[in-house]
């Protein structure tokens, strides 16, 4: 999935394709170790959406505007299902739980488990998905989506 402007979510990772179309900022950015085909993490964001942290390959971090991270253009490889929410009809591999022992515990009577996966059907209201190999019908809501980190199968299967 190629998106401009990296969603500013924790937990979601991609590969930088572009430092977008302002060449100070790219710049500025290449000169931090910032480069296309580097593997950015959104770590944390601010309280307002500002400032973002990214986490870039060989363990840098590096904090940027809400506004000069929307200039990326990046693909994104994994993140919180809620990411993923105009890719219906996709499967994904459940990478993470992001959540208390009650939510884990939730997760895994609905039977979602880290390394399980999931068919997203749906996305309107709540996320309407079915839980595979058990073709369990569920429903989360979108607070919920936001803390199963998951990543597209064939994505998966690349790092397989």
């Known amino acids: 999935m190629l998106s401009k402007g990296?969603?500013?979510?924790?937990?979601?990772?991609?590969?930088?394709r572009s430092l977008g179309d302002d060449p100070l900022l790219a710049r500025r950015l290449a000169q931090m170790g910032v480069v296309p085909g580097a593997r950015i993490t959104v770590r944390r964001v601010g309280p307002l959406g500002d400032p973002i942290e990214l986490g870039v390959e060989r363990g840098q971090s590096v904090a940027l505007r809400a506004r000069e991270?929307?200039?990326?253009?990046c693909q994104v490889l994994a993140g919180p299902l809620s990411v993923f929410a105009e890719r219906t009809g996709v499967a994904y591999r459940v990478r993470a739980l992001e959540g208390g022992?009650?939510?884990?515990?939730?997760?895994?009577?609905?039977?979602l488990a880290p390394d399980g996966e999931l068919l997203l059907r749906a996305a309107r209201h709540g996320f309407d998905l079915t839980v595979l190999p058990a073709n369990k019908e569920v429903q989360l809501g979108r607070g919920e989506a936001s803390r199963v980190i998951v990543e597209p199968r064939d994505v998966a299967a690349d790092h397989a």
């Open 101 to 111: 022992e009650a939510f884990r515990s939730r997760m895994a009577r609905l039977g």
């Open 6 to 16: 990296l969603p500013p979510l924790p937990h979601t990772e991609c590969v930088l």
């Open 69 to 73: 991270v929307a200039r990326l253009e």
